[in-house]
């Protein structure tokens, strides 16, 4: 008999007779239900979270049920708590998270945004992401200087251009189960593509999980470099497009764990050592408040020793806070790597 316990999603959690009773009929002005939210987590049982919000009005309707997953996600983030943000780079406490370049592969730090008043990846219709795609592909052909660059749809793709893209780490796939679950598959690959810089240092995603990954990356630890290349591309962005936000839950996204600042900014980093024992080195980034994923994304292995860092919170942490705290603690780490055995 299988005695293992079920892994138990914060959707399953927080999902209580109170929920179901109080948010039953409820629906979006998207049409987005509380079955629709939680199905991803319902499908798939492994899910560590288990629910998405299919617009900004999601995480009002069915703040009962998003509220708890929320506070304790983040790190106890409170329903009255406000979010502040802040892409000051003279904040910053380093140029460079690795300065003798011999541990840090590659840098990158990504944002999500989604357009005030649309659909979400879970709800959005056909119409309206071709809509936020024309949009989005206006916005990006006002970006100069080294940021300018050029749309790709996915739809009609070369076969081979798309996998070198995402061999390359530039482009996504499309979406795992979970997402698929969430219905953020729909239509797929229609309305979906990528922009890139000539150089490829700067990139946007369009209507993957969120409708916009902003992303900024290059090779080597230039933190500094990376950051206000990331917060130029918002500043003209958000010149052209109204994203959504609030004062309590910061950037909006389709994932409760990507509220806030919506920033994951990640290092791929030389571990070997301490990657002898992956679950002393999670317990170590823990600690640290760091995530620890595989190099070729979410869900995927270490190759080689090198591991993908990122810091872990994104809500109730400014910007420039969060990307202090990633070389705050990779410089531990690499300090850790070099005296490991
Ligand atoms: P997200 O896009 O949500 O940040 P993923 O972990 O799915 O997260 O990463 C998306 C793509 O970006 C993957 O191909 C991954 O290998 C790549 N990537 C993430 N961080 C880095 C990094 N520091 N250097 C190079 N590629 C990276
Ligand atoms: N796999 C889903 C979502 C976790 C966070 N990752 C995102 N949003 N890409 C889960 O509930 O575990």
């Known amino acids: 008999m299988n005695t293992e316990k ?147 749809p996915i739809l009609g793709m070369n ?49 993957e999980e969120d409708q916009l990954r902003i992303i900024s990356m290059q090779e080597g630890g230039g933190i500094r470099e990376v950051f206000e290349r990331l917060s130029g591309g918002i500043r003209t962005l958000q010149e052209k497009l109204a994203f959504a936000y609030t004062d309590h839950l910061g950037y909006l996204s389709s994932c409760p764990t990507n509220l806030g600042t919506a920033m994951r900014a990640s290092v791929h980093v030389k571990l070997p050592k301490l990657g002898k024992n992956e679950e002393h080195l999670k317990r170590i980034c823990k600690e640290l408040k760091l995530s620890v994923r595989g190099i070729n994304g979410e869900h995927s292995d270490s190759e080689g020793g090198v591991y993908d860092i990122s810091n872990k919170q994104r809500l109730g942490i400014s910007e420039v806070n969060a990307v202090n705290l990633l070389i705050r603690g990779v410089g531990t780490l690499i300090m850790l790597e070099k005296c490991a055995d």
């Open 6 to 152: 079920k892994h138990q999603s914060l959707m399953k959690k927080h999902h209580t007779e109170s929920v179901k009773k109080n948010l039953a009929g409820v629906s979006t002005p998207h049409g987005f239900t509380l079955d629709d939210a939680i199905r991803s987590g319902v499908e798939n049982e492994d899910s560590g979270v288990g629910i998405y919000a299919g617009d900004e009005e999601s995480y009002v309707l069915f703040s009962e049920i998003f509220d708890p997953v929320i506070e304790e996600y983040h790190g106890g983030y409170k329903p009255t708590d406000m979010h502040t943000a802040d892409l000051d780079s003279e904040k910053l406490i380093a140029d460079s998270i690795d300065p003798d370049g011999t541990f840090v592969v590659s840098t990158r730090i990504r944002v999500g945004r989604n357009l005030k008043g649309t659909g979400f990846s879970p709800a959005i219709k056909q119409d309206e992401r071709r809509e936020v795609e024309q949009n989005v592909v206006n916005a990006l052909s006002t970006l100069s200087g080294e940021l300018s660059g050029e749309y790709y």
């Open 159 to 207: 076969e081979e251009i798309r996998e070198r893209l995402v061999t390359d780490h530039f482009l996504f796939k499309q979406g795992d189960r979970f997402l698929a679950s969430a219905g953020a598959n729909r239509d797929w690959p229609e309305g979906r593509g990528i922009f890139h810089s000539g150089d490829k240092r700067f990139l946007v995603w369009v209507n």
